[in-house]
Structures are given as C-alpha cells and as structure tokens.
C-alpha cells in the first residue's frame, strides 16, 4: 500500500548550494539555492528568478561561485536562504563567515565552505521551463581539510540535503557504494 503525498519538489535530497556573487559595491552576497544541478560535466543550471538579487549580480559580473554547504554551517547556510540580498546589502557580514576572492572568475569564495566550483555566466534561460542560470565550471576548488592522499574525500565535506518533504536538513556523509562498478554485479 502507499500513500498519497502533497506535490512538492519532491526529489531528494536536493543539494544546498551557496551562491555567491559580488555586489555592486563589492561587497559579497550568498543565496542559498536548493534548486540546482550539474547539467553537464562543467555547466551548472541553477533554477533562480530574475527577482533574486544574486541573479541581478551575475548577469552584472558575469560570475558566481557556488559551494557546497556543510553541516557545520547549517545555520548560516539556512540564513543565507532566509534573508534576501534585497533587503540586506551584505548578508556575509551578518554570518560571520569569510570570502576571498576566486582564482578564475570575478566573484567570491565562501571560505568556510569546503568545496566551490568557480562559475562564469552563459546565460539566463527565462521561458516557462527555462532552468534559470547556467553557468559553466572553470576551476574547482576544496580545502585542504577534505582532502586524502592528494584526492577529495566527500564524507569529510560534511555536505548536507535538503528534504523538501519536511522542510529538513540532513548530513550526507557515509559512501555506501561504488558508482559504475557495483550494478555490474547482475549484468548478465
């Protein structure tokens, strides 16, 4: 038997990703942006209105950054999607986390954040199915805190989920698989 649930986002768990962008006066503004993905090996398609401040920023520099948020974090991550750049000019400040400026492109790193994909601007899909902002990746970058034998270890990002059912967030911490290897196990 199932039960029938209220249509939501419903896929989880979505990624909490932190983008983060340079104000007009350069300042450093976060989003949080539960509504993104990879949609190709080094373009990011982020699903964000015109409205958000972050957008106005990244059609004005041409760049973004985007994070991924960690448990240790959780609070400013969730503050960063709570408080609107709109109504607060740097909401970086008010966190109490750190930026520094990215390698590649014109837009800031959150510092406490272990993993940031550096973003330049392709374009800003608006139609009715339109993903928002796409970007694409030009470096990646992870603190050396995550880092094994020369490699990244994604249980020590910390990185969490976000449960569109409950409105929770969750720790992705533990590999319980290998990708591309384990379902080979029943090809016939």
């Known amino acids: 038997m199932r039960t029938k649930l209220n249509i939501t986002e419903g896929i989880f768990p979505m990624p909490v990703l932190m983008v983060a962008t340079y104000n007009e006066d350069g300042s450093v503004n976060v989003m949080n942006a539960a509504w993104g993905t990879m949609q190709e090996r080094d373009t990011v398609a982020l699903n964000l209105t015109e409205s958000h401040k972050t957008v106005k920023n990244i059609k004005a520099r041409g760049a973004f950054t985007v994070s ?9 991550a969730d503050y960063f999607g709570v408080e609107s750049g709109n109504r607060v000019s740097d909401k970086l400040a008010a966190s109490g986390l750190t930026a520094s400026k990215a390698e590649k492109v ?71 698989g290998e990708a591309f290897k384990d379902g080979l196990k029943l090809k016939k």
């Open 106 to 176: 014109d837009a800031p790193v959150i510092n406490e954040f272990p993993l940031c994909m550096e973003c330049e601007f392709i374009e800003y899909q608006d139609g009715k199915y339109g993903c928002g902002v796409i970007g694409r990746v030009v470096n990646v970058t992870a603190d050396e805190s995550v880092m094994v034998d020369g490699k990244l270890d994604m249980s020590l990002v910390n990185a969490i989920a976000f449960d569109p059912y409950t409105h929770g967030y969750y720790k992705v911490t533990e590999r319980v």
């Open 68 to 76: 991924i948020a960690d448990a240790a974090h959780v609070t400013e």
